[in-house]
């Protein structure tokens, strides 16, 4: 292997110096494990074949994150592109009269009067993690790095390449899924 | 062109925005607006501030995370095998 060490590349030692670095990296941006692994070992895989385009510009590790940069944005189209399975359910009229009003049956209901005083209740937290792996993976994505890792909304917008108002319409999507599940599985029956 | 009036979907994906300080005061207005009129957004919007106190809750057991050693080692045996496979060619 030494002999692609040309500008100071060492492959034989980037899983020690960068495997946990760019684990973490990768799953503050796509949350579930499994992915940020197997993106992770991509990275590797991409840096071993392109090391004679490394010009020793850059460290060897923002080379690598560069890659997994590349990676999580081709993960972040490929959900996207998922028609149908990938969407949440409507929750209003898309067109007519109508439009813009709550669907009948996505009507919010009333939680009852003690759901403030259940909040540090660890359950109650449980079912809200549960209603977000529930959500499509895009959505899912987004919500968690804006909501749960505060990424900033040109961060976002910059890393996964999307516009603000499509992080908002998908922050909106997701956000009436999850109070319809929590209605679902906690508040109501 | 200063229009107050907002649909259900219009007012609610406004009060989403406000859960991370990012509605505008032009939007506040609207939502305000719409509110007086629709009690359902205004549930709405109580649930979802609801919402984001529970998320609170959570966010404080998140931990930095790291691969085990057999991932690592599994993973440092595939770049091995791939790099020599280079070597080959």
């Not at chain 1, 060492?10 to 796509?30: E, G, T």
């Not at chain 1, 090391?51 to 940069?69: C, D, H, P, Q, Y």
């Not at chain 2, 859960?19 to 649930?47: D, P, T, V």
């Amino acid at each position: 292997m030494t002999t692609y060490a040309k500008h100071g590349l060492r492959p034989d030692q980037w899983i020690d110096l960068y495997a946990d670095y760019l684990y973490n990296y990768s799953i503050s941006r796509v949350g579930k494990p499994e992915i940020a692994k197997d993106l992770v070992q991509e990275t590797f895989f991409a840096g071993l074949k392109a090391m004679e385009n490394f010009e020793g510009k850059a460290s060897e590790r923002t080379w690598l994150v560069a890659i997994l940069k590349r990676k999580i944005i081709d993960y972040y189209r490929k959900v996207n592109s998922k028609k149908g399975k990938s969407e949440v359910r409507m929750n209003f009229y898309r067109d007519g009269a109508k439009e813009g009003d709550w669907l009948e049956e996505r009507v919010p209901q009333t939680w009852g009067s003690d759901a403030d005083k259940k909040i540090e209740n660890e359950e109650l937290g449980n079912t809200l993690e549960a209603c977000i792996e529930k959500l499509p993976e895009k959505y899912a994505m987004v919500f968690k790095m804006k909501t749960l890792r505060d990424f900033s909304t040109d961060q976002i917008c910059k890393e996964l390449d999307i516009t603000s108002s499509n992080l908002w319409v998908i922050i909106h999507r997701a956000r009436t899924q999850l109070r319809r599940c929590m209605e679902d599985n906690w508040f109501v029956k | 062109m200063f229009n107050f009036k907002i649909s259900c979907d219009q007012a609610t994906t406004i009060c989403d925005k406000s859960q991370y300080g990012k509605a505008n005061l032009r939007e506040i207005l609207q939502l305000r607006m719409h509110f007086f009129s629709c009690k359902i957004c205004r549930l709405y919007s109580k649930q979802n501030s609801l919402m984001s106190r529970i998320i609170k809750t959570m966010r404080a057991e998140q931990t930095v995370c790291a691969m085990s050693k057999e991932q690592k080692e599994r993973m440092r045996a595939a770049i091995e095998k791939n790099a020599r496979k280079k070597d080959l060619k």
